[in-house]
């Protein structure tokens, strides 16, 4: 990547430089301050009960069904195969080899313990963070969708379809989301689920709420940004593109939606960057996304500190990442 | 070719205006016809009525090649297909190439293959003198370039009559030439050309037939001997006066 310095420095570099050691004095002080601040209340830090909450091994044990005596204990590779035989009938066990904790000859009871061995397992804050990415990505993918059509039907000539998407765009934009939130879990949530179940079916999960609440807040402001990305563009590209004999549709896929495309893209990823920072706000329906993960952890945990700056931290590694990618996209689409 | 009949146009908004009033006229196949008038006398919305980028008023008639575009049931996308039309200010896709300009039309609207639509977008080039520029982007060539790669993208439809809307008033002057000169060529091609344009000489050497419009009505049609030398009517000396 080529940068370019768009300004130019007045300073001399002593002078800029010890500005830039101020700068870093600042942030210095600031963490120096929370922790001095932190051992003034004698927080006990514990960040060593972090890593715990993504990945953890657990033991799993392997127990017998049935009683009785071990005829035979075969290990084969990294397998051990036991069988066990009583009067009426017999049966064999494949385990993992690693912890094998009867020997041919042993009587066994009922639930006794033949092996164990531990497996990784995903934390309760791998799995909020999945989660918070599957509510993401769903609510930017149907988001997108909804804005589209919410911005070729705001700039529509029909009023049904126009008055449509600015009374949707209002009335999303006007209240808060999490009004909107409980709205769709408690009170669309309660009817859907309850007709579903009187037909007996399956109840929708909560998180499915709330990727809808999501992608319908997001979908109100794309839809206005798409109106403005497309409506920036001159109408002599429409006149032109339609005078040549192309449909609507023909002039809206060659025509306009490249180029409004380019000039959506930045403010589209504030509007995502911002859809992903909300998604915390699930928690409160039982969604349980990295916030909710992060608490449930500092109820048992007792750490908060370290597991909200683990929380934060984590955000702003997601808002990042999808920062670089769009601007990664805009480099692509750049023209000449 | 083209049969305007009894055609008004009314403007709502800001507020309601006439722009044309009941106007015919008749454009044989081959005839070039050059509109003037002072400005706001309707002649662009004229133009631009004649392939429907501006609706006209319901009981008038155009009629492209015995096609009625304003009948609800015409397909106006095949008739457009048939009518080039060159802008003002040009209206290039600035997202796409020059030779992507060219093409894009021919294998979208044509359904020509990629190959096709190619070497016609090369020929026409050519034929506007600037082959050199077919993978620039539009942003990067002159006012000039632009409007001929624009006049190339509406030839390579083989439209059966091209419309010009003021094709060389937003250029700089030493650049009206090489945009008259590829227009004089397609006259003396046999093409049908409807051209609004303040550029009297052009309207004196190239125009068969000369339209003169005042206030959305035709004052005067007659050819351009008449029509600079002697006019009938004292509205169109008022304007020869004041131009020329």
Known sequence: MKTTANTRRSMPPWKYNLWVGVFFLILFSVVLLVYIATIRIEYTWGWYKVPSTFFNRETIEISSDIDGKVVQVTRKNAEAVITIKNETESKSYTVPAEDVRVNENDLIYYGDTLATYSEWRAGIMLQGLWITLKCSIFAIIFGIIIGVIGGIARISDNPALKWSAISYVELIRGSPLLVQIFIWYFVLGTMVNQILTSYGMAEIPSLWYGVASLACFTGAYVTEIVRAGIQSIHRGQTEAARSLGMSYGQCMRYVILPQAMRRILPPLAGQFISLIKDSSLLGIIAVRELLKASREVVTTQLNPFEMYFTAAALYLVITFALSMFVQYLERKTATS | MIEVRNVSKTFYVPHKVKALVDVSTEIAAGEVVVVIGPSGSGKSTFLRCLNH??????????????????????????????????????????????LENITLAQTVVRKRPKEEAHAKAMSLLEKVGITDKADAFPDNLSGGQQQRVAIARALAMDPKVMLFDEPTSALDPEMIGEVLDVMKTLAQEGMTM????????????VAERVIFMDEGAIVEVGTPEHFFTNPDHDRTKLFLSQIL
């Open chain 2, 53 to 98: 980028l501006e609706t006209a008023d319901a009981g008038g008639h155009i009629l492209i090649e015995g096609i009625d575009i304003l009948d609800p049931k015409t397909n106006i996308n095949k008739v457009r297909a048939e009518v080039g039309m060159v802008f003002q200010s040009f209206n290039l896709f600035p997202h796409k190439s020059v």
């Open chain 2, 194 to 205: 409807v051209c609004v344009t303040h550029e009297m000489g052009f309207a004196r050497e």
